[in-house]
């Protein structure tokens, strides 16, 4: 009994952690976005960051009921079995996410160089509500969604290939494309577009190098890859 307690003890710290670290991330993007903007009228910013906040709660909700283990790992962080390439991957990662902000708060607060117009604000929030999908589903069906990549042995590591994973196989990473580079067309900046595209790219140099990696480690991911062809987007790669 008193076993369970703590375990279940244990559970819910996790799930305080990852709460923290979730909605301390965003509370930073907003600080950096608004610093750069100079001023907080900024309608498309507050569409932005509370679509943002309303999937950040539904995906910990999700998550309680369909995957709740998710919310333990993506709490703990494994940095001393980063591959170089992963390491690599979380500065580009940093660097671009922040510049986005950055780059579009300069541009439609201090400086006002460009101002899209409501039809890019509608498709913004299209495409973020498809990334927000696409990278829920994924993490839900897939237990092994750790934020950092490796061949996870000591949980049984092996191939997902349902749900999402039956037409891409890195779906999540599709998903955050969508959810993360839709911000500048919310915002409403065009110039946001180049860091955007820029945090694109560090997704698919991850993308290629975990793909190699699993294809190598993982048994049975060769098999699947035969069954499943493209990385992240169907009849292109």
């Given at each position: 009994?008193?076993?369970?307690?703590?375990?279940?003890?244990?559970?819910?710290?996790?799930?305080?952690?990852?709460?923290?670290?979730?909605?301390?991330?965003?509370?930073?993007?907003?600080?950096?976005?608004?610093?750069?903007?100079?001023?907080?009228?900024?309608?498309?910013?507050?569409?932005?960051?509370?679509?943002?906040?309303?999937?950040?709660?539904?995906?910990?909700?999700?998550?309680?009921?369909?995957?709740?283990?998710?919310?333990?790992?993506?709490?703990?962080?494994?940095?001393?079995?980063?591959?170089?390439?992963?390491?690599?991957?979380?500065?580009?990662?940093?660097?671009?996410?922040?510049?986005?902000?950055?780059?579009?708060?300069?541009?439609?607060?201090?400086?006002?160089?460009?101002?899209?117009?409501?039809?890019?604000?509608?498709?913004?929030?299209?495409?973020?509500?498809?990334?927000?999908?696409?990278?829920?589903?994924?993490?839900?069906?897939?237990?092994?969604?750790?934020?950092?990549?490796?061949?996870?042995?000591?949980?049984?590591?092996?191939?997902?290939?349902?749900?999402?994973?039956?037409?891409?196989?890195?779906?999540?990473?599709?998903?955050?494309?969508?959810?993360?580079?839709?911000?500048?067309?919310?915002?409403?900046?065009?110039?946001?577009?180049?860091?955007?595209?820029?945090?694109?790219?560090?997704?698919?140099?991850?993308?290629?190098?975990?793909?190699?990696?699993?294809?190598?480690?993982?048994?049975?991911?060769?098999?699947?890859?035969?069954?499943?062809?493209?990385?992240?987007?169907?009849?292109v790669w």
């Open positions: 009994m008193v076993e369970v307690v703590e375990k279940d003890t244990e559970f819910w710290r996790a799930v305080a952690r990852r709460t923290s670290q979730v909605l301390g991330g965003l509370f930073l993007l907003m600080a950096v976005f608004f610093l750069s903007a100079g001023r907080i009228d900024l309608q498309g910013a507050w569409i932005l960051f509370g679509l943002y906040f309303v999937s950040l709660i539904f995906n910990m909700a999700i998550f309680l009921q369909f995957n709740p283990e998710l919310i333990r790992v993506r709490s703990e962080m494994t940095r001393g079995e980063m591959k170089w390439w992963d390491k690599l991957f979380g500065v580009f990662y940093t660097m671009f996410l922040f510049l986005m902000f950055i780059v579009c708060g300069l541009d439609v607060g201090r400086f006002s160089l460009s101002s899209l117009n409501i039809e890019f604000l509608a498709l913004g929030i299209i495409i973020f509500v498809l990334g927000w999908v696409f990278v829920a589903w994924a993490m839900v069906v897939n237990k092994f969604f750790e934020t950092t990549v490796r061949v996870q042995k000591e949980r049984r590591h092996g191939v997902v290939s349902k749900g999402p994973y039956s037409i891409v196989r890195h779906p999540g990473y599709v998903g955050m494309i969508l959810y993360f580079g839709c911000a500048p067309l919310i915002i409403g900046s065009f110039y946001g577009l180049i860091p955007a595209m820029l945090l694109a790219d560090a997704f698919v140099f991850r993308t290629y190098f975990e793909d190699r990696m699993l294809y190598e480690e993982l048994p049975g991911y060769k098999e699947y890859t035969k069954k499943v062809r493209y990385r992240l987007i169907p009849f």
